[in-house]
């Protein structure tokens, strides 16, 4: 019943002024309120269901008042009622109409009474509207929207059959597979078959991305998949995923498939100086009454990248980026990025859980899972955003505040150095926030247009922090860091977000993660809480020995230590290479200072090497000048940092690129916080150091030179610049296929 109103019943502006609502525990609360307060003989929770042709129709109402021949449905809520968008009133009222339908149809009805009852949880006082229909109304109101339902239900289950027999047909599509390519796939679709997760190390060139969908899609018909959600870390990412659907659209014209590109509200907003509701942006005003002609051009439109959608968007003159979320039920592939599934309010998965939807997932460049996942789940507070606020908060807000601020520094009175952790979250602190997020509810309940954008901004951090307070666990830490002349700032940091992933990989038929770099497996599998029972398969490489040379450089240590010492040495080891053979090359290093030392003295002692460096918070379009560099007919360094943004993601086949220095094992800094975290990992996994600094160092290191070679024709050289290269433990950890000189 409530798919059915909410496809059919919705009218009228989008509305998404932020007011705060009911929990849903204080909704159920609400609903066990009204029900005690009526007369003997009411009946609550009424299961009703009943049918239109083929359409089944089934939902619980609120209550039935048999005495007074009144059918009830319970909405609590905060504040003033007269707020309430109008779309929302319309679509209750269809709400209680189709129960009373079906009601009068059960129980052999004529007339009836429909109640729409307003808690509000604060006041706990009702408020009652009321209608009276007849039996036959209802049914005509019931078949109306069964009616427009089916129609679009019928062209659904047309496309699911149409598509299905398409995909059961696929060919892939090009002549052949590459070298490796086959076996990922044929691993892929087998995990999907048999309901297992994957965890694929595919080296770069083989083509992992129609690699990985393809075969997900030959699964889809037998195992009845409803959606496959394509994940990546970054818009490259994304528009790989893009350029493969369509190239399996492309091969298969009578295949039907629906694709969506979901991209952030920022980048999708055509009004951003406008607020989300129909008295501000014109493209919220009538939102619900243009959508359904807005959803049958979408759909008519097949493949949904950005442009796409706001193509469709624009003729309709709705907002693009939520009519992707509406499009995100009536799609086939949805492409999109990691939180969109992994995050604690992440859409997809509310979406799957809600619906029922049987999934396949494909998480791109999985390497970067761990740092991603961990900040999802870690909450920060800055002492200077509470300070601020104190200042200029309104008078009813100021105690708990005050509050607040005592209990924070309280916790940094036994605080000696700049960081200190705790093994829990003292209650104090979290009490006085809680009661703080509960002042500023109540004031934005009483003064909706009083609230301004760091009240707001403080509120929505305080409700995360207490959230993640409230799963705090051996998975994560609570730490306070001092700033110098900033104050302190809170942190609750995820160090092992298994338990929060778990239950991702759980609701899903089979989830495969795939990387370049995913060694050693069992630091993946473990640290994301992936089951037992997953697959690993390492693939093996294309690419043959004689294509890369590598080289190690131990005579220098690039340890902070000796940083200085290092310098000159690596110069002299660039000049020396680009002497031998000039052309393109990427120098890697720990961080941006190292990086501007080596850069300056190179520049003075061999002017004849071109060189351009990356810079600190590089926008777009720097970025891209900083690639454009790196031509088939340019010469010279780009110099960059290890683990940004060319040290990954990036693609520069044959002379774009001949070569990388990389100055660095990429440890992780030794710091407090890192401490803590190998402490932590080892309590868990019993190997803290290799969990918290090998592994995540060199996993940096393989994909900074997995830039050199891109296809079997490249050939070139990576030079590894540090002693400990030599180690056993490090070596192990370098590609299969390098042969290490």
């Given amino acids: 019943m409530r798919a059915l109103c909410e496809f059919t019943a919705k009218q009228g502006d989008l509305d998404l002024r932020f007011t705060p609502s009911p929990t849903a525990q204080e909704g159920i609360t609400g609903h066990a309120v009204v029900a005690s307060r009526r007369s003997p003989g009411y009946e609550a929770e009424v299961s009703l269901s009943g049918s239109f042709g083929p359409l089944l129709v089934r939902g619980r109402a609120d209550g039935y008042d048999p005495r007074l021949n009144r059918l009830e449905e319970v909405k609590t809520y905060r504040g003033d009622l007269g707020r309430m968008p109008d779309n929302h009133r319309h679509l209750h009222w269809a709400q209680v109409r189709i129960y009373g339908h079906l009601l009068c149809q059960s129980r052999g009805l004529d007339e009836l009474q429909l109640a729409l009852v307003y808690y509000d949880i604060g006041s706990q006082?009702?408020?009652?509207?009321?209608?009276?229909?007849?039996?036959?109304?209802?049914?005509?109101?019931?078949e109306d929207h069964c009616r427009r339902f089916l129609a679009w239900a019928e062209q659904e289950m047309a496309h699911r059959a149409a598509r299905d027999l398409q995909l059961t047909a696929l060919q892939f599509p090009h002549v052949d597979f590459r070298p490796g390519q086959r076996v990922m796939a044929e691993a892929v679709y087998k995990s999907a078959v048999s309901g297992r997760c994957l965890?694929?190390?595919?080296?770069?060139?083989?083509?992992?991305?129609?690699?990985?969908l393809f075969p997900m899609l030959k699964a889809s018909p037998g195992q009845a998949l409803d959606k496959i959600f394509f994940l990546a870390a970054k818009t490259s990412g994304r528009a790989l995923a893009l350029e493969a659907v369509t190239r399996i659209r492309h091969?298969?014209?009578?295949?039907?498939?629906?694709?969506?590109?979901?991209?952030?509200?920022?980048?999708?907003?055509?009004h951003p100086d406008k607020a989300c509701h129909g008295e501000s942006c014109p493209l919220a005003q009538g939102f619900y009454d243009r959508l359904p002609q807005a959803r049958s051009a979408a759909i008519d439109a097949g493949a949904l990248d950005r442009e796409s959608l706001r193509r469709v968007a624009a003729e309709h003159r709705v907002?693009?980026?939520?009519?992707?979320?509406?499009?995100?039920?009536?799609?086939?592939?949805?492409?999109?990025?990691?939180?969109?599934?992994?995050?604690?309010?992440?859409?997809?998965?509310?979406?799957?859980?809600?619906?029922?939807?049987?999934?396949?997932?494909?998480?791109?460049?999985?390497?970067?899972?761990?740092?991603?996942?961990?900040?999802?789940?870690?909450?920060?507070?800055?002492?200077?955003?509470l300070k601020a606020l104190r200042r200029n908060a309104p008078p009813a807000l100021k105690r708990g505040l005050d509050r607040v601020s005592k209990q924070w520094n309280?916790?940094?009175?036994?605080?000696?150095?700049?960081?200190?952790?705790?093994?829990e979250i003292p209650d104090a602190f979290v009490s006085a926030l809680l009661q703080a997020v509960a002042d500023i509810t109540e004031y934005m309940v009483e003064h909706p247009a009083a609230m301004d954008s760091h009240l707001q901004q403080f509120y929505f951090d305080a409700l995360h922090f207490t959230r993640m307070a409230e799963l705090f666990g051996p998975h994560s830490l609570f730490d306070i860091t001092r700033q110098s002349g900033q104050g302190s700032t809170l942190c609750i940091r995820n160090i092992v977000p298994a338990p929060f992933l778990a239950p991702r990989f759980a609701a899903a038929r089979s989830t495969v993660m795939f990387s370049a770099t995913l060694s050693p497996w069992h630091f993946y599998s473990d640290t994301l809480g992936m089951p037992a029972d997953t697959a690993w398969i390492d693939v093996p490489s294309p690419f043959t020995a004689d294509q890369l040379q590598v080289q190690l450089a131990t005579g220098i240590s690039t340890r902070f230590q000796h940083r200085e010492r290092s310098l000159a040495p690596i110069v002299e080891l660039i000049a020396h290479q680009y002497r031998q053979q000039a052309g393109n090359y990427l120098m890697f290093f720990s961080s941006y200072d190292y990086l501007e030392k080596v850069a300056a003295l190179c520049a003075t002692r061999h002017p004849e090497i071109p060189l351009w460096l990356q810079a600190r918070r590089m926008d777009e379009r720097e970025r891209e000048d900083f690639l454009a560099r790196?031509?088939?007919?340019?010469?010279?360094?780009?110099?960059?940092?290890?683990?940004?943004?060319?040290?990954?993601?990036?693609?520069?086949?044959?002379?774009?690129?001949?070569?990388?220095?990389?100055?660095?094992?990429g440890l992780p800094q030794i710091n407090p916080v890192n401490e803590q975290?190998?402490?932590?990992?080892?309590?868990?996994?019993?190997?803290?150091?290799?969990?918290?600094?090998?592994?995540?160092?060199?996993?940096?290191?393989?994909?900074?030179?997995?830039?050199?070679?891109?296809?079997?024709?490249?050939?070139?050289?990576?030079?590894?610049?540090?002693?400990?290269?030599?180690?056993?433990?490090?070596?192990?950890?370098?590609?299969?296929?390098?042969?290490?000189?």
């Fill in 677 to 741: 975290i190998m402490r932590r990992m080892g309590e868990t996994f019993g190997n803290g150091y290799d969990y918290t600094y090998l592994y995540p160092g060199m996993q940096k290191v393989v994909q900074a030179a997995g830039r050199v070679i891109r296809t079997q024709q490249d050939r070139g050289v990576v030079y590894l610049i540090d002693d400990r290269f030599a180690r056993p433990e490090v070596r192990q950890l370098l590609p299969a296929w390098w042969h290490v000189a």
């Fill in 410 to 423: 309280s916790l940094g009175k036994e605080q000696e150095g700049d960081y200190l952790h705790y093994a």
């Fill in 251 to 270: 091969s298969a014209p009578a295949l039907p498939l629906r694709v969506l590109e979901l991209v952030a509200r920022d980048k999708a907003c055509e």
């Fill in 199 to 212: 965890l694929a190390q595919a080296p770069t060139g083989i083509g992992k991305t129609i690699g990985s």
């Fill in 630 to 665: 790196f031509t088939e007919s340019s010469q010279g360094v780009g110099f960059a940092v290890l683990g940004g943004a060319f040290a990954e993601g990036i693609d520069l086949p044959g002379a774009r690129l001949i070569g990388a220095f990389i100055a660095t094992l």
């Fill in 125 to 142: 006082k009702e408020m009652l509207l009321t209608e009276h229909l007849t039996a036959d109304l209802l049914r005509q109101f019931f």
């Fill in 319 to 385: 907002c693009p980026y939520y009519l992707s979320q509406e499009m995100a039920s009536w799609s086939d592939v949805i492409v999109g990025d990691y939180n969109y599934y992994f995050d604690i309010s992440a859409m997809l998965y509310g979406m799957a859980s809600v619906n029922q939807w049987r999934v396949g997932v494909l998480v791109d460049e999985a390497h970067n899972m761990i740092d991603r996942a961990r900040k999802m789940y870690s909450a920060e507070m800055e002492y200077g955003q």
